[in-house]
T-cell receptor, first 114, second 115 residues
């Protein structure tokens, strides 16, 4: 079945460092891809999305490009802030069946130190 | 602008007790979902609904039941709670994928402990 694999955390960075969180997926069709962020004690919020190959999603300085050839959707940010400390989830939603069900990676905890 | 609201936020149950988690959304979404979040496992789908009066099983449905009598509400029931159901439960809702904004919106979560 479909699956999502994220790099394991936790990831600890200093403020203004470059961030990459790797995400790869397996899917039989052409999924939509998402990054969600979970701040401490809160629910998940959509960070960015991409619905077809070569699309780039971006928001709040974060970017991810839908790479069909490598089945990847890596999250990047050029300069992280302490306020970016959170858990990041990569997820896919398979188009066939149109149920909107999300398959999540295991999550990557990011801690940014001043 | 409430979005997705879950009730309650915290609960402690004894093994064998029952309870119902309530999810309400005010965005007129067709689809609703219940996920559970466990350490190191991401979120896993329990049950979902693609419309009022319809429900379907997700990845981990055993021990849970759901109902969607009204479009805006999605209830998750535990008939006889077990310690393995200790988790954080998230409700979510969305439009179908072919809409302009197909992404899911999540509630704040319910932290359930079964002792």
């Amino acid at each position: 079945g479909d699956s999502v694999t994220q790099m394991e955390g936790p990831v600890t960075l200093s403020e203004e460092a470059f961030l990459t969180i790797n995400c790869t997926y397996t899917a039989t069709g052409y999924p939509s891809l998402f990054w969600y962020v979970q701040y401490p004690g809160e629910g998940l919020q959509l960070l960015l999305k991409a619905t077809k190959a070569d699309d780039k999603g971006s928001n709040k300085g974060f970017e991810a490009t839908y790479r069909k050839e490598t089945t990847s959707f890596h999250l990047e940010k050029g300069s992280v802030q302490v306020s970016d400390s959170a858990v990041y989830f990569c997820a896919l939603s398979e188009r066939s069946g149109n149920t909107g069900k999300l398959i999540f990676g295991q999550g990557t905890t990011l801690q940014v130190k001043p | 602008n409430a979005g997705v609201t879950q009730t309650p936020k915290f609960r402690v149950l004894k093994t064998g007790q029952s309870m119902t988690l309530l999810c309400a959304q005010d965005m007129n979404h067709e689809y609703m979902y219940w996920y559970r979040q466990d350490p190191g496992m991401g979120l896993r789908l329990i049950h979902y609904s693609v419309g009022e009066g319809t429900t379907a099983k997700g990845e981990v449905p055993d021990g849970y039941n759901v109902s969607r009598l009204k479009k805006q509400n999605f209830l998750l029931g535990l008939e006889s709670a077990a310690p393995s159901q200790t988790s954080v439960y998230f409700c979510a809702s969305s439009y179908p994928l072919d809409r302009f904004r197909p992404e899911a919106f999540f509630g704040q979560g319910t932290r359930l402990t079964v002792v």
